[in-house]
């Protein structure tokens, strides 16, 4: 079992940045791929990105490329997303997730989640 906990959210203008963080604890950090969703109000869940056990290996949405970046610090056991050039679309509820598989991009391949961090961009 693992327990995950996002901090980070917040209030931003559009152009601005955040820094999401994800700390877990329970098993070990490093025997997980991880990734980061986001849900939007009256949409479904979406992927924003992952990243491998080792940290060496991530995807992203094509809605993030450019501007997002998944990052990971094994022995802090902490999962980070710096979110640059923030925009009013980016606005959602951000969850990281865990799995004991590979670092896919859809939902239901991961097994822990945590309870999600508020973004909210103005325009």
């Known amino acids: 079992q693992v327990q995950l906990v996002e901090s980070g959210g917040g209030l931003v203008q559009a152009g601005g940045s955040l820094n999401l963080s994800c700390v877990s604890s329970?098993?070990?950090?490093?025997?997980?791929?991880m990734a980061w969703f986001r849900q939007a109000p009256g949409k479904e869940r979406e992927f924003v990105s992952s990243i491998s056990w080792s940290g060496g290996s991530s995807y992203y949405a094509d809605s993030v490329k450019g501007r997002f970046t998944v990052s990971r610090d094994n022995a802090k056991s902490t999962l980070f997303l710096q979110m640059n050039s923030l925009k009013p679309e980016d606005t959602a509820i951000y969850y990281c997730?865990?799995?004991?598989?590979?670092?896919?991009?859809?939902?239901?391949?991961?097994?822990?989640w945590g309870q999600g961090t508020q973004v909210t961009v103005s325009s």
């Open positions: 329970g098993r070990t950090f490093s025997a997980y791929s």
């Open positions: 997730a865990a799995t004991e598989n590979y670092y896919y991009t859809v939902p239901h391949e991961y097994q822990y």
